[in-house]
């Protein structure tokens, strides 16, 4: 089944624990501490591949968690880095941050990758807390944790040539004829409910990319009918071949017909209106279609061109395709969209580093991610490392500032998950 949709959680894994370790050797007396450093956690990766052609794969799990990185041993011994978790994903899969709508990345090429969410640093192991004053630390860091995110990805198909009209214009018979795509046909509207892509081979190295995309009707940019799914694919393409059918079954008139689906485009995003289209004139074995034929040119004006075929027999298919390519090498192909650059903003000033709020039980609520991952790295249950993650309080200025708040012994403070009871 066709998805081009979806919406998923990501978790990178959380870096392994440093630990508290000493030398115990014989013959070593005052060995020192030797704990080791935790691993890195795991990335989550997205990784194009050109054997996928939907998302189907993320609309039956929408939860992924990476693994952590292994805590460290003695020994001066380090934690193994955890393998990072690897999405794959279609080719023309747009990522965007669920939450503010960014852009992540878009994907566009086989074994093209992003990492969505990087894993967490391993925690430092007493090893590396010692000084001359302090040789024999007992302190060491809790792993990182790792980033978390609501993501959502968006499949545009990568073809060239996208064919608009409306329902049962001839699009899928079309597409059947000149490549060797199987899409569904029938006479009745609606027969296509999923684009399909079809290879168009010339030979001698030349083709293109064709995608029979679900049929319009009037409002379809305000996502009446598959409205938005079909003006999702067709943004890509570099080509559109309108059919419009010179005897409609409903009695509408081919020129009004032609009108509504560029209406339509206008309406979804002006630019795709803009895009280069090649007027086709379908089911031309029906009766009286040469003359709705010449009627419908003389409404789009003299100088207008439009093929005229017919599927079902080959005729016009040879001139179409050739002309489509012709086409195709004037047109360039479209960039690649690419994310944003991070910008990184250094912080000069301590109180940027944390904000001070209440909480509706009158308790102070200490914001911010620097120190969020302060506490998440501390061994709470440790006395050293609590007394160390009280230094760097008072020296990035945060007890200062919750006194100005009006804090008072007893009070209670909540810094992310955890819980602290104030006191001088």
Sequence with gaps: MFYDYAKVYIKSGDGGNGIVAFRREKFVPLGGPSGGDGGRGADVILRGDSGLSTLMDFKYKQHYKAGRGE??????????????????????????????????????????????????????????????????????????????????????????????GLPNAGKSTLISKVSAATPKIADYPFTTLTPNLGVVDLGDGEGFVIADLPGLVEGAADGIGLGHRFLRHAERTRLLLHLVEMQPADGSDPYDNYLLINKELELFRPE?????????????????????LADFKAQLGADAEVLPICSLTGEGLKELIYKTNELLSQIPKPAVVEAAPEIKETVVRAEDRFKISRDTDGAFLVSGPDVIK??????????????????????????????????????????????????E
Aim: no cysteine; proline share 4%.
């Design 272 to 292: 795709l209106a803009q895009k280069k289209q090649l007027v086709v004139a379908s089911k031309m074995d029906y009766a009286d279609s040469k003359q709705a």
């Design 374 to 423: 302060l506490v998440s790295m501390t061994d709470l249950d440790n006395e050293d490392t609590v007394a160390r993650l009280q230094r760097i309080f008072i020296k990035m200025g945060l007890e200062d500032a919750l006194r100005e708040a009006g804090i008072k012994p007893g009070d209670l403070v909540r810094i992310g998950k955890d819980e602290f009871e104030y006191a």
């Design 71 to 164: 805590n460290g041993q003695n020994k001066n011994r380090h934690g193994a880095w955890a393998e990072p978790l690897v999405l794959r994903v279609p080719l023309g899969t747009i990522i965007r941050n669920a939450e503010t709508g960014n852009l992540l990345g878009d994907i566009v090429e086989h074994g093209q990758e992003l990492i969505i969410a990087k894993g967490g640093r391993g925690g430092r192991g007493n090893a590396r807390f010692a000084t001359q004053t302090t040789p024999a630390p007992y302190i060491a860091e809790k792993g990182e944790p790792g980033q978390e995110l609501w993501i959502t990805m968006e499949l545009k198909l990568l073809a060239d040539v996208g064919l608009i």
